[in-house]
């Protein structure tokens, strides 16, 4: 994927601004999906997180202008007249819109707002319906369940495995390790390899989780993979086992089964598709709905370890072929060391 440079492209450049996380990218798709197809003589530009790079260029979209937020004007060599169309897809706010407005584009695609023409915002609906029901008023047809990406070319450590993320950026989505141990035990006894996930912060909840299902060492990856692998593994597993993130809606990307744990955020907004095998948990009648929280929203608490292996169990694909389940002990009591290796 190319990065923007000073010189400007031959064919004209729509950007599209989206500077958040993970999730935010991937339930976007579907309105860069139209983008792309609709404007096929266009050069599409992502004003997104540069750390995204290994999925932005899964998604179609051409150039990548890294951008962490939004508290300063995009940096060079985004500049005033260089765009012939921006597109909002971050939100509908005076930073965002700001930010865009001093490009100074010929057109403009975004929610109704002072000086802007579009839609107006609504609350509480799914949010690929919001992105691609945003382009499709402008006159560019988009489909808010095509989500698929494609996969990355990048060998795959753990093919056929149950994933179990335990990864969540704030508290409030963070399931007990115990827990997450309890699910991959369960798995680990029905004979599949179970592998564990996270960022590099993410790592000592998945060695305590790995510690607590008695599986060795080997079987934490949180840390030890970049974005592209974790695409791959994600693509290629059993079953995806993760609360409301990015590692969730990868798998809805690339249809692979998957439990999603619900908590603060509400499943009408954030779920997964309707049709596929996904399913979701969580007690509704329980959300506190505090995103940026401490602690595990009561919603999330009320998921037990059976729950998850109930409904994961429904869905998982078979033991990968001449796939090596780890075996597991008794949960708080581990195997012993087991020699690492990063093959």
Same mark, same amino acid.
């Given at each position: 994927?190319?990065?923007?440079?000073?010189? /400007?492209?031959?064919?004209?450049?729509? !950007?599209a601004?989206?500077?958040?996380?993970?999730?935010?990218?991937?339930?976007?798709v579907?309105?860069?999906?139209?983008?792309?197809? %609709?404007?096929?003589?266009?050069?599409l530009? !992502?004003?997104i /997180?540069?750390?995204?790079?290994?999925?932005?260029?899964?998604?179609?979209?051409?150039?990548?202008? /890294?951008?962490?937020?939004?508290?300063?004007?995009?940096? %060079?060599?985004?500049?005033?007249?260089?765009?012939?169309?921006?597109?909002?897809?971050h939100?509908?706010?005076?930073?965002?819109?700001?930010?865009l407005?001093?490009?100074?584009?010929?057109?403009?695609?975004?929610?109704?707002?002072?000086?802007?023409?579009g839609?107006?915002?609504?609350?509480?609906?799914?949010?690929?319906?919001?992105?691609?029901?945003?382009?499709?008023?402008?006159?560019?047809?988009?489909?808010?369940?095509?989500i698929?990406?494609?996969?990355?070319?990048?060998?795959?450590?753990?093919p056929?495995?149950?994933?179990?993320?335990?990864?969540?950026f704030?508290?409030?989505?963070?399931?007990?390790?115990?827990?997450?141990?309890?699910?991959?035990q369960?798995?680990?006894?029905?004979?599949?390899?179970?592998?564990?996930?996270?960022?590099?912060?993410?790592?000592?909840?998945?060695?305590?989780?790995?510690?607590?299902?008695?599986?060795?060492?080997?079987?934490v990856?949180?840390?030890?993979i970049?974005?592209?692998?974790?695409a791959?593994?994600?693509?290629?597993?059993?079953?995806?086992?993760?609360?409301?993130?990015?590692?969730?809606? !990868?798998?809805?990307a690339?249809?692979?089964?998957?439990?999603?744990?619900?908590? /603060?955020?509400?499943v009408?907004?954030?779920?997964p598709?309707?049709?596929?095998?996904?399913?979701? !948990?969580?007690?509704?009648?329980?959300?506190?709905?505090?995103?940026?929280?401490t602690?595990?929203d009561?919603?999330?608490?009320?998921v037990?370890?059976?729950?998850?292996?109930?409904?994961?169990?429904?869905?998982?694909?078979?033991?990968?072929p001449?796939?090596?389940?780890?075996?597991?002990?008794?949960?708080?009591?581990?195997?012993?060391?087991?020699?690492?290796?990063?093959?």
């Open positions: 994927m190319r990065r923007l440079s000073d010189t /400007p492209s031959d064919v004209p450049e729509i !950007l601004l989206r500077a958040l996380k993970l999730g935010d990218l991937l339930v976007a579907p309105a860069i999906h139209a983008l792309k197809r %609709e404007r096929p003589d266009h050069d530009v !992502l004003a /997180p540069g750390w995204l790079e290994p999925i932005a260029e899964l998604t179609g979209a051409d150039v990548l202008h /890294p951008t962490p937020g939004l508290d300063h004007p995009l940096a %060079e060599p985004a500049r005033a007249g260089r765009f012939d169309t921006v597109v909002n897809l939100g509908n706010g005076p930073e965002s819109r700001g930010v407005d001093l490009l100074d584009a010929p057109h403009r695609i975004g929610h109704r707002a002072s000086g802007w023409d839609p107006e915002w609504e609350d509480g609906v799914l949010e690929r319906h919001r992105w691609a029901r945003l382009v499709d008023s402008f006159g560019i047809p988009a489909d808010r369940d095509d698929a990406i494609d996969r990355p070319a990048v060998r795959n450590v753990a056929g495995a149950v994933v179990v993320h335990v990864g969540a704030y508290g409030s989505r963070h399931w007990p390790e115990e827990r997450f141990a309890r699910v991959a369960g798995f680990a006894a029905d004979g599949h390899r179970v592998v564990f996930t996270g960022s590099a912060a993410e790592r000592p909840r998945a060695v305590e989780a790995a510690r607590l299902a008695g599986l060795p060492d080997e079987s990856l949180a840390g030890t970049d974005l592209a692998e974790m791959l593994v994600v693509a290629e597993a059993a079953l995806v086992v993760s609360v409301d993130t990015g590692a969730a809606h !990868l798998a809805s690339y249809g692979t089964p998957s439990v999603v744990l619900f908590g /603060p955020a509400p009408e907004e954030w779920g598709p309707e049709h596929g095998p996904h399913i979701v !948990l969580t007690d509704a009648s329980l959300r506190v709905g505090d995103t940026f929280g602690e595990p009561p919603a999330l608490l009320a037990q370890p059976a729950d998850v292996l109930s409904a994961g169990r429904e869905v998982v694909r078979g033991v990968e001449g796939a090596t389940a780890l075996s597991p002990g008794p949960i708080g009591q581990a195997t012993g060391p087991a020699e690492r290796t990063d093959e």
